[in-house]
């Protein structure tokens, strides 16, 4: 596996490869689990060369604590990517990234005032500026994305179409632990009880699942999963929303299959979590 950490090498390197060849390309913060992993295998599988990069952007970091905390295991992915079958894998510093902060504001109108855009302000700016900048720099013809980050996926789908990059946007399946809980790197800084408590976010989606399968409405709904944290005092609720899967807006109603999700952020203890369910 060849390893970069120079927007101007990657780019020359790759130059080779982009007449005959496709490039899969699956951007991380690192600290890699089998979520991360699974998209490198499904790149692996759909192109000639693989490409991931590892970088903690803080430019989509709207709490200097969270960033700080961020978990950085720099070897040890490089370790996974290698054995998960990637060919090139991107590490730039800060630096490299932002030889001077951005000045560029982006706006995902609709798209991020809702969820994770209405709790994390500035949060899909940074997100969206860092993968244009990838984009640009690796010139993929596939980009593999998670649907754990599912607001993240429309974010995505609406900057290539806003600014016409020649990339296909691939949203792979969330990976769980055998308990329910998402896989995320952030799930390092559980405590050990914590750890055994998480997996309630994928119960709250079960349970929200079930009622609205129950032809329960989407208010009732929404308060059945309150009342669940309510009894969880080492939750913190932040929202449990119930929107169309591609433009993240509420709906009232169940849509077509696979078209609507339900999205649900708590805090336990000092971590922020997230998860959905498509269905
Ligand atoms: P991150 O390193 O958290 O920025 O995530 C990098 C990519 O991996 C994003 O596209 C995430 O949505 C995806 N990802 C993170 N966790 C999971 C998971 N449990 N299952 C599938 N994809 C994931």
Do not use: W
């Not at 490039?23 to 689990?33: D, Q, R």
């Not at 290698?82 to 730039?92: H, L, N, Q, R, S």
């Not at 849509?255 to 498509?278: E, S, Y």
């Amino acid at each position: 596996m060849k390893r970069f950490e120079k927007a101007d090498t990657i780019r020359q390197y790759l130059h080779t490869f982009r007449t005959e060849s496709t490039i899969g390309f699956v951007p991380t913060m690192g600290a890699l689990h089998e979520g991360h992993l699974a998209l490198i295998e499904t790149a692996r599988r759909e192109n000639d060369v693989v490409v991931s990069s590892i970088f903690v952007n803080p430019v989509q970091f709207n709490n200097p604590d969270d960033l700080a905390r961020y978990p950085r295991t720099l070897e040890e992915d490089c370790q996974k990517l290698e054995a998960a079958g990637c060919d090139v894998v991107f590490a730039p510093s800060v630096d490299e990234m932002y030889p001077t902060p951005p000045t560029l504001h982006l706006n995902f109108g609709s798209l991020e005032t809702v969820m994770e855009g209405a709790f994390r302000p500035g949060h899909f700016n940074g997100v969206g500026i860092v993968v244009a900048k990838l984009f640009n720099i690796v010139q993929p013809d596939r980009a593999y994305f998670g649907q754990k980050d599912l607001q993240q996926v429309g974010v995505i789908r609406q900057l290539i179409r806003d600014l016409s990059f020649p990339v296909e946007l691939i949203r792979c399946p969330i990976i769980r632990e055998t308990d329910g809980l998402a896989m995320s790197s952030r799930n390092r800084n559980l405590t050990a009880a914590e750890r055994e408590q998480a997996p309630a976010l994928f119960q709250a989606l079960t349970l929200a699942h079930d009622c609205l399968l129950d032809e329960q409405s989407v208010t009732q709904t929404k308060a059945v999963v309150t009342d669940f944290f309510n009894e969880k005092p080492e939750f913190r609720l932040e929202y449990i929303d119930i929107v169309n899967a591609n433009t993240l807006q509420p709906t009232d109603y169940v849509l077509a299959p696979g078209q609507t999700a339900i999205c649900l952020a708590a805090h336990l203890g000092k971590v922020r979590l997230i998860d959905n369910l498509v269905f």
